[in-house]
């Protein structure tokens, strides 16, 4: 079976998708198959992608709990799942609360497997 077939109904999430190692992931992942949430405070308006398919763009800081709850509703009301988790939007972690932190890991990480850039990144490091 070809990756494309293989990947053909999961979706990732990629934070930090609209520009760099970030925006290379969303294009690979979308080349192989897989359906797309992409997320950056301007992604939008980053003229770098559009909205397709299987490509979601959501605007938002990942700082801000309102924003993973975005994402999540998002992945969930136009994909139906949520299989993987890329962080890897560049936070500082001394600008988010530890509450902040803790409630997106729930609320993104319970049914998710989670890859991360090789930067310590708000998610990875709480999560
Ligand atoms: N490039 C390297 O050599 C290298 C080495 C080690 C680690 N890293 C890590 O790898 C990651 C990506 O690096 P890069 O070089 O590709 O970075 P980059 O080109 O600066 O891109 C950073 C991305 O993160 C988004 N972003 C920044 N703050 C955000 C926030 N609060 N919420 C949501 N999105 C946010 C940016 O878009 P907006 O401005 O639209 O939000 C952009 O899409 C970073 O975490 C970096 O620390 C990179």
């Known amino acids: 079976m070809s990756?494309?077939?293989?990947?053909?109904?999961?979706?990732?999430?990629v934070t930090g998708g609209s520009q760099g190692i970030g925006a290379g992931l969303v294009r690979t992942f979308l080349d192989r198959g897989y359906?797309?949430?992409?997320?950056?405070?301007n992604?939008?308006?980053?003229?770098?992608?559009t909205p397709?398919?299987?490509l979601a763009l959501v605007d938002g800081n990942i700082a801000e709990f309102a924003t993973a709850?975005?994402?999540?509703?998002?992945?969930?009301?136009?994909?139906?799942?949520?299989?993987?988790?890329?962080?890897?939007?560049?936070i500082s972690s001394r600008s988010v609360s530890p509450n902040t932190r803790l409630k997106i890991c729930g609320l993104l990480f319970p049914s998710t497997s989670m890859a991360f850039s090789s930067s310590a990144s708000l998610l990875s490091s709480r999560c």
């Open 52 to 54: 397709s398919g299987g």
């Open 35 to 41: 359906r797309v949430v992409a997320n950056s405070r």
């Open 69 to 90: 709850e975005k994402i999540v509703e998002v992945a969930k009301s136009q994909f139906g799942s949520i299989d993987a988790l890329v962080n890897n939007a560049g």
């Open 43 to 49: 992604i939008s308006r980053s003229n770098g992608f």
């Open 3 to 13: 990756s494309e077939k293989t990947n053909a109904r999961k979706t990732v999430i």
